[in-house]
Nanobody, 124 residues
Framework: EVQLVESGGGLVQPGGSLTLNCTPSGITVHELAIGWFRQAPGKNREAVSC????????YYEDSVRGRFTISRDIAENTVYLQMDRLKFEDTAVYYCAALKASLCTANAAMYDIWGQGTQVPVST
């Protein structure tokens, strides 16, 4: 059974940085498109970023482009989401999701494997 394990969440101050990790078990990251999604209280889940095996550039949601960086380490079998210059509005539960495909998508319905979620509260 393929599972995704997330780590790296936690309280961070505005302007700070945090790195989220997503490690699949039972499969390697180079076989997957990995997406990061988030859900803030009272809001719908939204796509943040995704990366896949294709040569295309990763996807970033407009509000995080230039502040967040997604990357993949094949040796560590992990996908990272580096989040810099965090804002109050970045507060959410962050989820990684996987899809066996060579292209990534911002459509959450396409992903069939989800992590448990990790809290990222941005607060003073």
């Amino acid at each position: 059974e393929v599972q995704l394990v997330e780590s790296g969440g936690g309280l961070v101050q505005p302007g700070g940085s945090l790195t989220l990790n997503c490690t699949p078990s039972g499969i390697t990251v180079h076989e997957l498109a990995i997406g990061w999604f988030r859900q803030a209280p009272g809001k719908n889940r939204e796509a943040v970023s995704c990366i896949a095996t294709s040569q295309g550039a990763p996807y970033y949601e407009d509000s995080v482009r230039g502040r967040f960086t997604i990357s993949r380490d094949i040796a560590e079998n992990t996908v990272y989401l580096q989040m810099d210059r965090l804002k109050f509005e970045d507060t959410a539960v962050y989820y990684c999701a996987a899809l066996k495909a060579s292209l990534c998508t911002a459509n959450a319905a396409m992903y069939d494997i989800w992590g448990q979620g990790t809290q990222v509260p941005v607060s003073t």
